[in-house]
């Protein structure tokens, strides 16, 4: 972005430099920035570099008598006719690309502070190029990521919006301080109504995988501190489509769920895991589409199931999803395995748009090695749903991430 070959040269003697005397006494700003001035001095000479001299010497005469080298230290002998004063010399007065080298390796929080300082801080402070490679390394470590929230919505829209400002709407730390800041007095006189509990559908390859299957058994009483059962309820459609439970969550709120799986646990048992979306009973081969339908359906050639007539029944009558995967490295079938079952249930023909979806990317424990949220978001192509939808990291044993999403699901509905 800035400076030439020769100029990067320079600045990778500086980190050389400025590397050796932190292993050797720890990091001392003072004497990085005196041992900066003294290597661009002889690299430039003394008339490239604003700086002190003796009264009665001139700059342009100033000459270094030579270089020692030793361990690949490089130490700087100054003639004792020139004395350099660093009374006026700042960080502000390294070069452009020395400051912006510095400022990579500070966190998003730290350069947003920086950039308060002056009006030179603040421009370089929002380069591009900064950003951009705290977005690409920060949004692999975010626990959660939604329809507002996904870099990949605004590179798929080829967003005019700095990447300051993608990171800025996309980092969920950023986020709790703006939904801190705002107030919903709407929501508090809709809670005084009497209201159904919401009803919730399950669904997704998780809730049948032996790592994370147990996550029914926890909202089923198995962790009754944080979910309770307090009874169930008949399905309303054939084959039993719609049974589910009343589940109360953390003794505040309740919630109607309804657990879809591919088939009876016999099925489930002897079928391959490559041809789960094959052999899924909630799905059927897609039938003829007339040209409205072929328009209206999103990556149709991608899916070529549609919903049972059950399902979509189902779907019609329902508040909100929540889809489980299995997010381990470890696991047998990828991310993208569930992406069939996934498009078809929430397709907008049977499942209105506005209707909320929660994704619990799910581990068994912390010990497992997990895909991150934003992999597991660009595998599902989630950038390309039209809804409003979040997804949490979660641990299984903990339920860590869980009960949070079941907070913003049972908020969503209500906002609706």
């Not at 002998?77 to 010399?89: A, D, R």
């Not at 603040?122 to 950003?131: I, Q």
């Not at 490679?133 to 829209?157: E, F, G, K």
Request: with cysteine; net charge negative; charged share 20%.
């Amino acid at each position: 972005m800035f400076g030439n070959e020769e100029t990067l040269a320079h600045v990778n003697q500086l980190l050389i430099l400025q590397q050796k005397q932190e292993n050797a006494m720890g990091f001392d700003f003072d004497s990085v920035v005196k041992s900066s001035y003294k290597l661009f001095a002889s690299m430039y000479g003394e008339s490239g570099i604003e700086g002190n001299t003796t009264e009665g010497q001139s700059t342009t005469s100033h000459q270094m008598s030579e270089n020692q080298y030793n361990d690949d230290i490089v130490i700087m002998v100054e003639p004792s006719t020139t004395e350099i004063s660093f009374n006026t010399f700042g960080i502000l007065d390294l070069p452009v690309q020395v400051q912006l080298h510095i400022f990579s390796f500070l966190t998003a929080q730290d350069l947003s502070q920086a950039s308060q300082s002056c009006r030179t801080w603040n421009d370089l402070c929002s380069d591009h190029l900064l950003w951009k490679r705290l977005l690409n390394i920060d949004q692999h470590q975010w626990n959660t990521v939604s329809h507002s929230t996904n870099p990949a919505v605004y590179r798929a829209v080829d967003s005019d919006l700095s990447q300051k400002e993608i990171y800025s709407r996309c980092c969920p730390h950023a986020q709790s301080v703006i939904t801190g800041l705002r107030f919903s007095i709407p929501r508090l006189f809709r809670s005084l109504v009497l209201t159904k509990p919401p009803k919730i559908v399950m669904f997704g390859p998780g809730l049948e995988c032996e790592d994370t299957s147990s996550i029914v058994r926890k909202f089923l009483g198995e962790r009754p501190e944080i979910f309770k059962t307090c009874g169930g309820f008949p399905g309303e459609f054939p084959g039993s489509i719609g049974t589910g439970f009343y589940v109360k969550v953390e003794n505040t709120f309740q919630i109607r769920l309804i657990t879809l799986y591919s088939g009876t646990r016999k099925e489930r048992e002897n079928q391959n895991v490559n041809q789960r979306a094959s052999r899924n009973k909630l799905l059927v081969a897609a039938a003829a589409r007339d040209e409205e339908d072929m328009v209206n359906q999103e990556n149709n050639d991608e899916n070529p199931f549609d919903a049972s007539h059950s399902v979509r029944a189902l779907c019609r009558t329902v508040d909100a999803f929540i889809f489980v995967l299995n997010a381990s490295t470890s696991a047998t079938t990828s991310v993208s395995e569930g992406k069939p079952e996934l498009l078809t249930i929430m397709n907008d023909r049977w499942t209105h748009p506005s209707i909320p979806l929660l994704i619990l990317s799910c581990v068994k424990n912390d010990d497992v090695t997990r895909v991150s949220c934003i992999t597991v978001a660009d595998q599902l192509q989630l950038h390309n749903m039209n809804r409003v939808w979040k997804m949490y990291n979660c641990n299984i044993q903990t339920l860590d991430g869980v009960t949070d999403g079941i907070k913003w699901i049972k908020g969503a509905v209500d906002s609706r």
